[in-house]
Every structure is written in C-alpha cells, then in structure tokens.
C-alpha cells in the first residue's frame, strides 16, 4: 500500500466573464461557437438536464504506470497507479465511467489520490490539450500574492491600494477605495460592487473590457459597501491583485508566474499566448484560443487578466491544487507560506445565503463534501480544482462552457470520495 508522502497537508458557484482576445488570427481549429449568446445570456452557469453515451470517453495513455514511490514529486510529470494502490475502491471508482455519461460538458477528468494519478479521462482534446480555467484563474492570481508576500515584495496584506497603486489612482478616486487593503481584494470584501451573476451586475465586467485602461476604470468606481463587511464576488478586485503582483515585483504576471510557480511545478510555458482582453471576438480569435495550449489574457495596459484568461492543461492545473494541499510545500522548497495558504483555504468571508460553497478564503471557495473539509477552485461553466486533504485527494474537472452546465462537481460526492472512503 502506498503511503502518503511526508510533508504539512491541511486538513465558482459563480463563473466570470469569459477573457476574450484582440489578437491576430491563429491557424484553424475546432472553434467555440457561440460565446457571444452565452455572455450576452448572462455570464451566468445554467444547469440543463441531459444524457449521452458512455462510449464517447477516452484514456489518456500518455503516462505508463511506474514503481510506486512514496517520496516523488510530480514536477516532471504525474505518476499513475491502480486505484487499488492507493487506497481507492476500483469498484466505486468505476462508477464514474457510467455517471459521466450524464455530463455531455466534461472535457476532463482527473483525479490524484496521494500525488498519482488514478483516474483520468479526456472527451475534448488530450493531456497536452490548453483547458479554459476562467475563474480558476483567481486561485493562480492568489497564489502569486502569497509568493510575493513570501518573498517580501509585499510587506503585509493589510497594505493598501493606495499604498501599492498610487500611480494608477485617478485625482477624483473614492478616497475609500485607496484604504482598501490587498486582504479584503483576496476576500471579496473591498466594497466594489459584485460584477457576476447570479448577485452581481455583469454590464461591469462588459465596460471593464470595454475601457481602454482596466486598472484605472476599476479606481474610477465608487464604492458600494464599506471595506472589510460584506462579501461581494468582483472581477474587479481579483484584476487588481494582478496588478499588485506586477508593480510591487518589478515584473509582468507571467514573467513572476514563471519563475516563481510555473517553473518549480514543472509547467511549461515556453509558448504562451498572450492576447489583450476584449468583450466579443471574432471567429478567428476564438480558433487562436482553441489552438493554444497555455495562455493568459492581458488588459491594454499588459497586466495579465487576474479574474480569467488562464489556460494550462488539465494535468497543470492538478499541480496547483496538489501545492495548496501540501502546504505549499513542493519538493523541498516552501514555495508558498504556510499560514498563507491555511488562510487561504479557510473561511474568511461569507457569500450570500443559498449558494453552491459555505464561505470564501483568498479566492478559493470553502465547502465540505460528504462531510470531509474541502476547498475548490471554480470557474464559469464547469471548471474545478477541488482539494479534500484528509482523504489526500485533488480532481480536476473541465467542461465546455458553452454547454451551460455546471453540475459536474456532483461526480466528486457520487463516486469518488466514496471511492476513497468505503
């Protein structure tokens, strides 16, 4: 039986605009038709009862199973192993290959159990395939704030916007807004207004791309609610941060991405493209999306989108869940802080009643499954990083968005905690 590997483990209801791109046409591809109904529809994750056949899944056969070692790191690449090795029911886990036939959305399907890969399925594309994280995208943006806090490019969360974006305030800024701290930006509670439905007016993120400076539009809203009191889910706020990250270190998003996050995880981004944001693209834009394999949108100004505009593939995408569940722990390095991400994944603010998660930490949403402690990763149209550390678990999950279903997340309580439970 594999054990669990030494090191610290911790025991989007809603989803964002979509990051549409201002960039020259790439060589044709499968494009995703449609995005402009679906935006215009309300930005929102429309659940819709459907079916189809199990048969159209696919394995990935791009990784053998190796020796099981208990002491590797999945920099160089994700180990498989046997359900059965792990610790995973293969007969419940199996259960996942009927269910998912009600989900004609999915796209993939990962799940790790103590850091190898034991499930992994693709119905649009490959391991090497680029999946749209939308929103997941706040969860990398809130990573690389804690990286800079580590390593003291940022002095305190409780420093402010005025502090760290003086240059961008506009003369008449809502003198509120400056006292506004990077910790209230991570929780939802600066007090600019919400952006994204079901709660928030999504017309805002349309004049976001609209504008041809995103940061300064952002500083030129007025408050709605009193800093620190009142969780409100804002693009806004998460584009921000991204922003921070930029000036406070001296470097783009990416570039501090790559050297700080990207490269000590093992994800490649030699090749990224890098289109600018904007509300409506054009079908060749969307066939350049389609095509990329990683990408990360930008604002005019060149401040990587820090709400959405990510895409990695799924596998790179289980590396940062595998991160947080770790501590921030990464093969011998403490790439995040430790009380940072503790943070991160507890309940620091509360959404309304009635949705999805329990609470919001530093862009991650807080919930349990099953009544195991768990924090999630959530994007527009289906998109999920979800980690359960006292079962040692990571799935992935990413859908077609524009099928307009978000119920895929349900897989995770149907089939695969019970797998790792019974």
């Known amino acids: 039986m594999l054990q669990a590997r030494g090191g610290v483990r911790w025991g989007d209801r809603r989803g964002c605009a979509r990051p549409h791109w201002r960039s020259p046409a790439a060589p044709t ?18 659940l819709a009862a459907a079916c189809t056949s199990p048969d159209r899944q696919e394995t990935t056969a791009t990784t053998q199973a190796a020796p099981i070692q208990w002491d590797y790191w999945p920099t160089a690449g994700w180990r498989t192993a046997p359900p059965a090795e792990v610790g995973m029911d293969p007969k419940v886990l199996a259960v996942l290959d009927t269910n998912v036939a009600y989900h004609p959305q999915l796209r993939s399907l990962l799940v790790v159990r103590h850091g190898y890969l034991v499930y992994e399925r693709y119905w649009n594309g490959d391991a ?130 790559r050297a700080k996050l990207f490269a000590p995880l093992g994800i490649h981004t030699e090749h990224v493209f890098q289109p600018v944001g904007a509300a409506f693209p054009t079908p060749a834009q969307e066939r350049a999306s389609e095509r990329a394999k990683v990408a990360w949108s930008t604002d005019p100004q060149g401040y990587h989108s820090g709400f959405a505009g990510l895409q990695l593939p799924a596998r790179d995408l289980a590396k940062l869940g595998y991160l947080y569940l770790n501590g921030g ?8 802080p430790a009380s940072y991400v503790r943070a991160s994944t507890q309940h620091q603010s509360q959404p309304p009643p009635g949705g999805r998660f329990d609470g919001y930490g530093y862009q991650w949403w807080v919930t349990s499954d099953h009544g195991h402690p768990s924090f999630v990763a959530h994007g527009l149209g289906g998109q999920f ?4 550390p006292n079962l040692d678990l990571v799935v992935v999950i990413t859908s077609d968005a524009e099928n307009r279903r978000d119920d895929a997340q349900q897989l995770v309580g149907e089939a695969i905690v019970p797998a790792a439970t019974g």
């Open 29 to 46: 591809a499968t494009p995703r038709s449609g995005w402009t109904r679906l935006l215009v529809a309300g930005l929102g994750c429309v």
């Open 128 to 257: 090497h395939s680029g999946q749209e994280a939308f929103s997941v995208t706040k969860s990398f943006t809130a990573a690389l704030v804690g990286i800079a806090l580590g390593d003291h490019h940022l002095t305190s969360l409780d420093r402010t916007v005025g502090e760290l974006l003086a240059a961008h305030l506009p003369p008449k800024a809502d003198p509120r807004l400056a006292k506004v701290t990077v910790r209230q930006l991570l929780t939802m509670t600066s007090g600019l207004a919400g952006d994204t439905p079901p709660d928030g007016d999504p017309d805002l993120t349309y004049r976001l791309y609209d504008s041809r400076d995103w940061v300064r539009h952002i500083l030129e809203r007025k408050l709605v609610t009193r800093p620190g009191t009142t969780f409100a889910y804002s693009n806004a706020s998460s584009h921000l941060l991204s922003a921070i990250v930029a000036d406070s270190t001296g470097r783009s998003t990416l570039a501090f991405a």
């Open 329 to 336: 722990h990464w093969d011998g390095v403490q790439i995040l």
């Open 385 to 388: 990083i979800q980690v359960i």
